[in-house]
């Protein structure tokens, strides 16, 4: 059975070369078409022509995007570089193709890694090893959690959760690492009183997208705050940027954040909605697909929901949506906002009861509100720890994080202040 092959290897000197040892490859392979460009090459695959496509690391604008976009269509992607040319065949792995030879392999070399990258993508052979550069930053013996805090529309306060649960985990002594990945009202800068003209998460899955983010780069895009172990790497200044954030980059965001922090929590958009792909002939902007892809990576999802009857009903809406887009992730249940002002005497054992009875929930983190403590917060652009200490607020969401680092939970608030001091 022939097996039909595209290229991409424009300005090569020994392209030619390589087609005739394509051709003369074992296993029945025949190059159907030389692509002139990367838009040439999308073309041709998403028409069907080719199975398997070689490219060249200096082909204009390859990246992560136009990779995956092969792979939605079907066609494996074999990289080529010159003998001895280390750092295309680098940024080739980085960009996510795994099977790269050398222009100077043999005919059943060539013909060897095209048939694994097709055996690869059809996910009936051996993934290969992950490859990482040599100085890239050490990374703890034991992978880091991503934890994802996710909540329905409506502001539930998904971005104080995480923004203060991130703190409580550094506070513990956790390398953590904060990200804003909401496309639609990102706001971890603000609450946190940075200014969000660092690049921060855009500047990162650009760098991912090229082949360029390791772990040293993703360091310097993530912010230090002062005496602390958090990193922040913050969102998108204007809402009209979302489609720098692609799902693509993200992966290698997630990959490389756990080598960076013991754990990593993750401010998502509320939305996860999949419809804006059905508008769309080719393959189409995904303004959720930045949430959606998180949800999946996650380990642990928080999703957070606001204790007044619209807020509780919202949240037990959406918790078999979410189930869904999150399959593999331990999903927990955060009431915010929990007072009798609202749901009258005892609000806490009120949340418990109906979250158990209507959305089969049993693991509940329940956090009283105090609008004095936020209040002080959000205008100082600092944390509940920070301004308010014995907050009840500030109590349950550092038990939460304890709970999640692994660590024991204190009984009484004085040994809070101890605790992390």
């Not at 496509?53 to 939605?72: N, Q, T």
């Not at 295309?88 to 990258?117: K, N, P």
């Not at 959406?318 to 009431?335: M, Q, T, Y």
């Not at 939460?400 to 009984?411: K, S, W, Y």
């Amino acid at each position: 059975m022939v097996v039909p092959i595209l290229t991409a290897v424009t300005g090569a000197s020994w392209e030619a070369q390589l087609v005739s040892a394509l051709d003369k490859a074992p296993g029945g392979l025949q190059v159907v078409r030389r692509c002139v460009d990367l838009a040439d090459l999308l073309a041709a695959a998403a028409a069907g022509h080719g199975r398997a496509v070689v490219v060249s690391a200096d082909l204009r604008r390859l990246d992560r995007e136009a990779v995956g976009r092969l792979a939605a269509s079907g066609v494996a992607t074999v990289g080529v570089v010159p003998e001895g040319d280390e750092d295309s065949e680098r940024r080739l792995r980085q960009l996510g193709i795994d099977h790269v030879v050398t222009a100077a392999a043999g005919a059943r070399d060539i013909a060897d890694a095209v048939h694994a990258a097709i055996t690869q993508l059809a996910g009936t052979g051996p993934m290969p090893v992950v490859w990482a550069p040599e100085d890239t930053v050490a990374a703890p013996i034991a992978p880091g959690r991503l934890i994802a805090v996710w909540g329905p529309a409506g502001a539930p306060g998904r971005t104080t959760v995480a923004v203060n649960l991130a703190a409580e985990t550094a506070l513990l002594s956790k390398a953590t690492l904060l990200v804003d990945v909401d496309t639609y009202g990102g706001s971890v800068a603000q609450t946190l009183g940075l200014l969000d003209e660092a690049p921060g998460l855009a500047g990162a899955a650009r760098a991912a997208n090229q082949g360029q983010l390791d772990l040293p780069a993703l360091a310097r895009h993530a912010r230090q705050l002062d005496k602390s172990r958090l990193r922040v790497l913050t969102g998108i200044s204007r809402t009209e940027r979302w489609p720098e954030i692609r799902p693509s980059s993200l992966e290698v965001i997630w990959g490389l954040a756990r080598g960076l922090a013991e754990i990593t929590v993750a401010d998502c958009g509320f939305c996860l909605e999949l419809d804006e792909e059905l508008s769309f002939d080719t393959s189409a902007p995904r303004r959720n697909g930045a949430t959606i892809t998180t949800l999946g990576e996650a380990d642990v999802v928080l999703a957070v929901g606001s204790a007044d009857p619209i807020g509780m009903q919202r949240l037990v809406r959406s918790l078999a949506e979410l189930a869904e887009r999150a399959p593999d992730a331990e999903v927990r249940v955060v009431v915010n906002r929990v007072r009798e002002s609202v749901l009258g005497s005892r609000p806490e054992r009120q949340v418990r009861e109906a979250l158990r009875r209507y959305a089969g929930a049993y693991r509940v983190a329940v956090i009283p509100d105090d609008p004095a403590a936020a209040d002080a917060a959000i205008a100082t652009g600092r944390t509940f720890a920070e301004v308010a200490p014995g907050s009840r607020t500030r109590l349950a969401i550092a038990a939460l994080a304890a709970e999640l680092a692994g660590i024991e939970v204190p009984t009484h608030p004085r040994r809070w202040k101890v605790l992390t001091r």
